[in-house]
């Protein structure tokens, strides 16, 4: 049987319906793994999900059409030019080891390169060795930083990253071919590939 294809999209204000459901999904399948509860994302009216997909890059992904995960490119606490940060970052257990959720990161990746970020962090509980090891498989390491993690004390969130080259940020006639996809936009793995 043929693996069911994998297809990444950039997500806009006007797919506020479809973030929704795959946000609520994350809440409820792993609600310590977030900031916020299924409950607060319930209550969320249009407009404040409209304005997160307007403030931060989220991308979709969809194994055989279905909707399974999602990852959002953020700047929001940057504190430093040239970060960005890898967040909200979740797939179904189903698509889990399907190459999805190396595809979502990849996609982050290269909108921070498309917008010249230097270097992309993020957070994992240092107990998750999946998430750990999908992360170093995309070039992440970690930078030492640590901390208790906000919903388990006894756990430890550690942050990890991933600095761009050069010869992949900024304008594209300065960098590789790795441009994030326009709203909307299917990616095709090629595009993806380190």
Do not use: K
Not at 101 to 127: C, G, W
Request: hydrophobic share 45%; net charge neutral; glycine share 8%.
């Amino acid at each position: 049987m043929p693996a069911a294809r994998v297809e990444v999209c950039r997500l806009g204000a006007g797919d506020w319906q479809a973030y929704r459901a795959i946000r609520l999904a994350m809440l409820e399948e792993s609600p310590e793994a977030f900031g916020s509860t299924l409950a607060e994302g319930r209550r969320l009216d249009e407009q404040a999900w409209r304005r997160r997909l307007e403030d931060n890059v989220v991308f979709l992904v969809r194994l055989g059409g279905e909707a399974v995960g999602s990852a959002m490119y953020s700047d929001w606490w940057a504190t430093v030019p040239g970060e960005a940060f890898l967040v909200g970052m979740w797939l179904a257990p189903a698509a889990r080891g399907s190459g999805a959720a190396e595809r979502l990161v990849r996609a982050v990746l290269a909108e921070a390169a498309a917008r010249d970020r230097v270097r992309v962090l993020l957070d994992v509980v240092d107990t998750n060795t999946a998430a750990r090891r999908l992360y170093a498989r995309c070039g992440f390491v970690p930078t030492g930083v640590s901390a208790p993690y906000p919903h388990d004390s006894a756990r430890t969130e550690v942050q990890m990253e991933h600095r761009l080259p050069a010869e992949v940020r900024g304008p594209a006639e300065r960098r590789r071919p790795v441009a994030g996809p326009p709203t909307g936009a299917v990616l095709d793995r090629a595009s993806l590939e380190p």
